[in-house]
């Protein structure tokens, strides 16, 4: 039995990374238009708009579906992750956010009467309803762009 190895001829891979490329450098270029300085932080942050964990996930449900059809199991597999993706992205990880912001304001008055560890907890980990909404219509949008130019 032979192994095909070559994942780069993969378009759905192509499919889920260029989702994901396109929402980090989005994000890039939206505080680039704020500040008029570039920031690299973004390429690789999590939080801000679009989310694009929630694009990663999208182009890859969308992906498969158009290669292997919406009523294949694997379409079932990949729409439940980019739904559970989409849930987190949205609740859990916002949750832990905004838990990350009040236990920096915590230490910052404790900070002011002792001496502890100045170091902050990441605060912009997860993302609002919009922002997981705007990057599943980014996704489904580059899956749809790159299979209908590079799709067999």
């Known amino acids: 039995m032979t192994q095909d ?9 192509w499919c889920a990374l260029a989702a994901w490329m396109v929402a980090q450098c989005t994000k890039m270029l939206t505080d680039f238009i704020r ?30 579906g158009f290669r292997v059809g919406f ?6 597999v990949t729409l439940a992750f980019a739904i559970v993706v989409m849930f987190d992205a949205q609740s859990v990880r916002r949750a832990a956010g905004q838990q990350a912001k009040l236990l920096n304001q915590i230490v910052a008055e404790i900070f002011k009467e002792h001496h502890l560890s100045q170091q902050k907890l990441a605060e912009l980990l997860g993302h609002t309803p ?23």
């Open 5 to 13: 190895f070559s994942w780069y001829s993969n378009i759905v891979i």
């Open 71 to 76: 009523s294949d199991p694997l379409f079932a």
């Open 35 to 64: 500040t008029r300085k570039i920031d690299f932080h973004y390429l690789v942050s999590t939080g801000g708009v679009p989310s694009a964990h929630s694009a990663m996930a999208a182009a890859l449900a969308t992906a498969v």
């Open 130 to 152: 919009l922002e997981v909404f705007l990057g599943m219509i980014m996704g489904i949008l580059t899956a749809l762009i790159i299979l209908t130019k590079f799709g067999n």
